[in-house]
């Protein structure tokens, strides 16, 4: 890895404890006499008595921690606490930009559970970001925040609601004011702490010059349910935050850290109020409306780097291209065909888990831009975008469409029945397919279980073979004619159509590519109850090439496979006026980028490929030839 040459601190400074501004100081530097009554690798940080590694081997090296306690920004008397990491050996007087956490994960105790420490310190949660950005050397400070009912802070958890969005704002803001700060801050997560990193933004803070988001929510609400059809994580998702905040203080923790983290004994309401938001199916809540992040985006310009799986089991690409577009500013990122992985990360063999060298340089550099104003030394892809061949290309936004095509699928009916006729049919065929339970234990957006299963041996292809018979089954499929040339399906397709049947009911749409061997792989996927009259359905956001000789096909039924806790209706559906929209690009024209097939991709095409013949086409996916 390529470092960039880092800010020489005077080796004769005089490293001084920076003046105190009333109760909330800058931190200080270690004092060997405060450490002096603790054992030297267990010393606890104060706001005024810094530690360095060689005092607590929690403490980075190359580092200095203090403990601060702030208010939130709402008035509602919640005090946050932060881990606050600053550069060792910074000379009096010199100021530093800071790169800001803030989530549920920071607790001394632990990330998502105990995790075994003997004695308190700061959380190890973006070790692999500071070392791999060496960012001390560099001359940034790192300070990680409790969000309200997390950690060392008090208040009710409010899941990416008013009240955390409170605590973001008021975190920039105390970062920013700081006397050793430069008044410029940038923010880092991944998962949860990617999801305040796009708050950070949708609150237009002047202070906040930029985000790296890795893997986020767009859009709370998707995360519980998809159109109404609630996840198997709606209540167990509220449960493992309730979880993450009951933990235990370490004991060595100081007592207002202990009595803040201890806030829910006295407040238990706070879990139960908490687990009552998840329960909404209904977007349109004010609940829901108050955490749909991609709207609240619009007009918004902080500089943003972010990272997506398109085919990502955890965090999904939803409502990420409407975030995108209502982000008016600059962005950089790398998007591809990967699942819950940071940046960084490297799989089991040693492969990089995205496939692309220099995340830590990269991301450096772009602060280095945007904090200190520094002109990048290299002239990186605006984005770096692996599709689903492996091959990696650079853009100047994503999406680039080239045709954007509206796709008549027609009419056909379907039973509501959870996959139960189609799973019959195996069984008297003597293939035996229970429909998969779906986990129910409790999970957070960082540790979330695998819930994606996949389609039983035949089901697929057992159901176009009943629909060619004319029977009714659990869906029904449509087919285009085989394309020509390669094309690209980019940006978020779009399924639009009438149902009627008696009673409510559910759908699940789905784009499969259809190899000329009868060979498919399902790509993109969505679920719905249905509603009165025609409604819309917005599937994933993708970035998926169909070969030469391919078919696009097109499923439409009852929800029979993924994770959903779908309640079937027993009701048979009749669809009319299906059309398809999609956003297409030529993949002729890419330019490539360094990166290599990201591991995750063959799992991905390994567990969704199903038999799955091309059945009589009715559409064309290029009507009018050439994009």
């Not at 702030?70 to 910074?90: A, I, N």
């Not at 985000?211 to 449960?239: C, F, H, K």
């Not at 285009?480 to 980019?490: E, M």
Request: aromatic share 8%.
């Amino acid at each position: 890895m390529n470092r960039r040459r880092a800010p020489g601190w005077a080796a004769s400074a005089l490293v001084t404890t920076l003046a105190l501004t009333g109760a909330l100081a800058g931190p200080a530097v270690a004092s060997p006499g405060a450490a002096s009554a603790q054992t030297p690798t267990t010393a606890v940080a104060t706001a005024t008595d810094g530690i360095t590694h060689e005092q607590n081997d929690r403490v980075p090296k190359g580092s200095v921690w203090t403990q601060h306690y702030f208010p939130s920004s709402d008035g509602s008397g919640t005090e946050l606490h932060g881990d606050l990491l600053m550069p060792e050996g910074v000379p009096a007087g010199q100021k530093v930009p800071v790169i800001l956490s803030i989530g549920p994960y920071f607790g001394h105790m632990g990330q998502t559970n105990p995790e075994g420490w003997t004695h308190t310190g700061p959380s190890n949660r973006f070790q692999d970001f500071i070392e791999g950005s060496d960012l001390f050397a560099h001359g940034y400070a790192f300070l990680m925040v409790d969000l309200r009912g997390f950690g060392g802070s008090t208040g009710c958890l409010d899941w990416g609601g008013p009240g955390e969005q409170a605590d973001v704002k008021a975190a920039i803001n105390w970062a920013a004011s700081r006397p050793w700060s430069t008044g410029a801050v940038g923010m880092y997560g991944k998962s949860y702490d990617a999801v305040t990193g796009l708050i950070g933004n949708d609150l237009k803070q002047s202070a906040l010059k930029a985000v790296v988001a890795g893997e986020p929510l767009w859009d709370m609400y998707q995360y519980i349910y998809s159109n109404g059809v609630p996840r198997p994580n709606v209540t167990g998702t509220a449960n493992a935050y309730n979880g993450i905040a009951t933990m235990a203080p370490m004991s060595d923790d100081d007592g207002r850290y202990q009595a803040n983290a201890r806030y829910e004994d006295d407040h238990p309401g706070c879990l139960t109020e908490n687990s009552a938001g998840y329960r909404i199916s209904d977007r349109n809540d004010p609940f829901w409306t108050s955490r749909d992040l991609a709207k609240m985006a619009r007009g918004t310009n902080t500089p943003l780097f972010v990272t997506q799986g398109f085919i990502e089991n955890n965090t999904k690409p939803e409502e990420m291209q409407e975030y995108l577009t209502n982000h008016k500013g600059p962005e950089r990122g790398w998007v591809g065909q990967w699942d819950h992985v940071r940046g960084g990360d490297r799989v089991s063999d040693g492969r990089l888990a995205m496939g692309r060298e220099g995340w830590y340089d990269e991301t450096l550099s772009f602060y280095d831009q945007y904090l200190k104003r520094v002109r990048p030394s290299v002239d990186y892809p605006a984005y770096s975008v692996e599709d689903s061949t492996g091959h990696w290309r650079a853009q100047d936004t994503w999406p680039v469409v080239e045709r954007k095509v509206t796709l008549p699928l027609g009419r056909g009916s379907y039973v509501d029945d959870g996959g139960a006729s189609a799973r019959a049919d195996l069984a008297a065929a003597g293939t035996t397919a229970p429909k998969a339970v779906q986990p129910s234990g409790n999970w957070d957006m960082e540790k979330a279980p695998a819930t994606e299963q996949p389609a039983p041996k035949g089901l697929s292809k057992g159901i176009a073979k009943k629909q060619q018979a004319g029977e009714v089954g659990s869906s029904f499929f449509v087919w285009s004619k085989p394309l020509a040339q390669d094309v690209r399906v980019t940006a978020t397709p779009n399924i639009s159509l009438t149902a009627k049947g008696k009673g409510k009911g559910n759908v699940m749409l789905k784009l499969y590519d259809v190899g000329p061997d009868g060979k498919a792989v399902m790509f993109d996927e969505q679920v719905s109850l249905l509603k009165a009259g025609r409604m819309s359905v917005d599937l994933k956001a993708t970035d998926w090439t169909l070969a030469a000789g391919h078919v696009l096909a097109v499923e439409i039924g009852s929800i029979q496979t993924g994770s959903w806790r779908d309640t079937p209706s027993g009701q048979t559906i009749k669809v009319s006026g299906a059309v398809l929209k999609l956003s297409l690009d030529d993949p002729s024209d890419d330019v490539a980028t360094q990166g290599d097939r990201s591991p995750y991709l063959d799992s991905y095409l390994r567990q969704y490929t199903v038999d799955l013949p091309a059945g009589p086409a009715s559409f064309t996916v290029r009507p009018g030839g050439r994009i």
